[in-house]
């Protein structure tokens, strides 16, 4: 597979509802983004070329792949349903940041339930954003920084292990990222449903405290 | 019926499916989704709907028949079709089914086989609503016109 800098970001999804997992992805690709849907954590931890029984691995001296490391695909962005039978979307979260090979990886939450704690313990644990459903468009214009940090990250690991590879980030995507995060804020003020605004609102970083203010739970 | 006519019919039938509240803004979203690339998209959506749903009434059903309810599994299904009615927009099926939690929560019996009476009946009616009008837009496209956004 090429390393052009401008290879597609690759998102796995998690969901147990055929419905969701039809909706994400079109939603996905609809971003530009490469995508892969699963029915559940076992089957994404699969897919990740983690085992189950695989927690931290024992420390590995410099970058190199641990021995049961089968990940072939290079993944930017997890994104799970919450409640799903077996393993939830938190123990997937969890499986997946306890993991050295893994736990760089982004990973997003979805859940149709509006539950504060749930939300805290998910950001809590490493989740880097927390969607209500039904997700929309806009809320996919987020995911484009978490994955752009790991996506460099990956790149110089690469290097490192490979010869030569000149990595570059064109003028273009950095101007498409800027578009991007005007329309999103359009989209944002134009947005009649007061419950996801709220949710928008808050789950930036630095306004940790406000995060719930103004949300009320629907059951 | 002449291709302005069918498309003034689909536009004022779309209409009244959001007005009574069949449907609301999560459906547009998915239109929205549709494209020259992806044309059938919301029809297979709907038809994924479909077919769920009819499973889950069908273990809604069964499960309410038994001599023992077993009502976290009675709650884990109507999670289910709630979440996908949520997801393609077919609102009175969801209201429906978050009364329905409720009834399985407090664990009241009578309270959820009205709701599972009510849930089918809103379910056959957004079905068919919906039929309808993938029919009209059926139309539309046969007699060389375009379906209306």
């Known amino acids: ?219 | 019926m002449d291709v302005v006519q069918l498309q003034r019919q689909l536009v004022d039938y779309r209409a009244s499916l959001y007005h009574e509240a069949f449907l609301d803004e999560q459906f547009t979203q998915l239109q929205e989704l549709q494209d020259e690339n992806n044309p059938d998209f919301v029809v297979e959506v709907v038809s994924l709907f479909f077919e769920d749903s009819e499973r889950l009434l069908n273990e809604l059903t069964k499960a309410l028949e038994q001599q023992s309810i077993d009502f976290k599994r009675l709650d884990a299904h109507v999670h289910q079709l709630k979440g996908s009615s949520s997801s393609i927009g077919a609102q009175r099926v969801q209201k429906v089914c978050i009364a329905f939690r409720n009834d399985c929560e407090e664990q009241n019996v009578e309270g959820c086989l009205k709701c599972l009476q009510q849930v089918k009946h809103e379910y056959s009616l957004v079905k068919t609503k919906l039929e309808t009008m993938f029919k009209l837009e059926q139309q539309i496209l046969a007699a060389g016109g375009s379906v209306p956004m």
């Open chain 1, 1 to 219: 597979m090429g390393m052009a800098a401008e290879s597609q970001f690759h998102v796995l999804a998690v969901d147990d509802s055929i419905i969701d997992r039809k909706l994400i992805e079109r939603l996905l690709k609809t971003s530009s983004y490469q995508v892969t849907t699963v029915d559940s954590g076992s089957k994404a931890l699969e897919f990740l070329g983690l085992h189950e029984d695989d927690t931290t691995n024992p420390s590995t001296p410099t970058p190199c792949v641990p021995p049961n490391n089968h990940q072939e695909v290079e993944v930017n962005l997890v994104i799970t349903d919450y409640c799903m039978p077996g393993m939830t979307g938190y123990d997937l979260l969890k499986k997946i940041k306890e993991s050295s090979s893994l736990r760089d990886i982004p990973v997003v939450i979805m859940s149709s339930e509006n539950v504060p704690s749930r939300i805290s313990r998910c950001l809590e644990e490493g989740a880097e954003e927390f969607f209500l459903k039904p997700v929309r468009l806009s809320d996919l214009n987020k995911l484009k920084p978490h994955m752009m940090k790991t996506k460099s990250k990956d790149q110089l690991q690469k290097q490192e292990k490979q010869e030569e590879k000149s990595v570059f980030q064109s003028p273009k995507h950095q101007q498409q990222e800027n578009k991007e995060h005007q329309q999103q804020q359009q989209q944002q003020q134009q947005s009649g449903n007061n419950k996801r605004k709220a949710i928008e609102e808050g789950l930036s970083p630095e306004r940790t405290r406000r995060r719930y203010n103004g949300i009320t739970t629907v059951v």
